[in-house]
């Protein structure tokens, strides 16, 4: 991939702050097996490096073309593939999700009083797709985390392979409508399995299952030719293994890639977290987004759907700390972050107490993956690590306070 740090119009000796960063502070202790960071502005790759190693058991280094579980940066992808039907009159954002599937005409809430009894109770309005879109649907996971942050008994991460329990989206979605919701739709945040049903969306408005619509609509136009929700056994030696943190903050190989359950093709979809992608591939559709929606002469959104993207939704402008159930959880954090479709929005360097641009959308993954998107200065991040809990570190606010002092135009 060609690097020119003077094109972005970046000081290529700033960013080198980077380097020595994550070797100093994260690769010598130990802290993680190994990463990657991009760095693109005005269309340009301006710093890229590889550190470490993929597998530690094998003594494989990371490598350009290293293939990553990204987790919930599955989200926006799922997200794009949900506003490309948007563009063709599919839906508005405040249809109700029982136009689309009538098992949730019947949804029902479930009220906790302070007496601690619970009432099941119709819902003050109907669910929304744009509930969906901002985790304001009322769906959890089942917990106040993702099932990918369990633990095991010595405090590693216990990774899952979303969608190989020989389930499908439609059965979700249909297993869900029976179950009350937390809370009535758009009065809190909480994340979930809103953006699973998302996909579930996508399959019934376009006619075809979700890994079918991402790869004619979004990862073939875009060469994203590494990305998808298995590992061929010709790419097995790029993938690189999963980490976890135990008690004793060690690292313990919690995925190896040779028995991984990524090796087999889901049932399931998981439009929520399913994927793997290499950081290249994933750079490809963030400068798509960076762009309004073109990479290459290729037109996946536009510009005006994007914006839409990553506009605030929350009701009233309210941050994700204003609506946040308490005890949730949330890859970037709540304060001073509002929520797009599938994608928190910085409210301003101000409320995050972290150096940038207001209007700055982002996510990450379950195993420490993040990126963000800063349109006021046509920049994009992108972090790929192997490490559980996300969380551990605050990889993202760090590498800001690195990146954003070598813009020099």
Known sequence: MKVDAEAAGLDERRLERITDHLERRYLQPGKIAGCQVLVARHGTVGF??????????RDRPVTEDTIWRIYSMTKPITGVALMTLYERGHFQLDDP??????????????????DGVDR?????????????????????????????????????????????????????ASRLASRPLEFHPGEHW???LSTDMCARLVEVMSGRTFD?????????????????????????????????????????????PDTSAYRTMPTLWSGGGGLVSTIGDYHRFTQMLVNGGELDGRRILGRKTVELMATNH?????????????????????????????????????????????GEYMWGGA????????????????????????????????????????IVD
């Open 314 to 358: 929350l009701p009233f402008g309210a941050s994700m700390a204003d609506l946040a159930i308490p005890g949730g959880y949330g890859e970037v954090g709540f304060d001073g972050m509002g929520f797009g479709l599938t994608m928190a929005v910085n409210l301003g360097p101000a409320r995050t107490a972290t150096i940038g641009s207001a």
């Open 48 to 57: 890229l490096g590889s550190y470490g190693a993929m597998d530690l058991e």
């Open 120 to 172: 099941i109770v119709e819902p003050r309005r109907p669910l929304t797709v744009v509930d969906l879109l901002t985790h304001t649907s009322g769906i959890g996971y089942g917990g106040r985390r993702p099932p990918t942050q369990d633990t095991s008994t010595d405090g590693a991460a216990v990774p899952l392979a979303p969608g190989r329990d020989g389930s499908t989206l439609a059965e979700m």
């Open 367 to 406: 195993a420490s993956t993040t990126f963000w998107i800063d349109p006021v200065e046509r920049l994009s991040v992108i972090f790929m690590t192997q490490l559980m809990p996300s969380g551990t570190f605050d990889f993202r606010r760090q590498l800001k306070t690195l990146v954003y002092p070598a």
């Open 190 to 192: 909480l994340y979930g």
């Open 212 to 256: 079918e619509y991402l790869r004619d609509e979004i990862f073939e136009p875009l060469g994203m030719d590494d990305t998808g929700f298995w590992v061929r056994d010709e790419d097995i030696d790029r993938f690189a293994a999963n980490y976890g943190r135990a008690r004793d903050k060690t690292l313990r190989l919690i995925d190896d």
């Open 97 to 114: 999700v029982h136009r689309f599937l009538p098992e949730w005409r019947e949804v029902r809430v479930r009220e906790r009083s302070a």
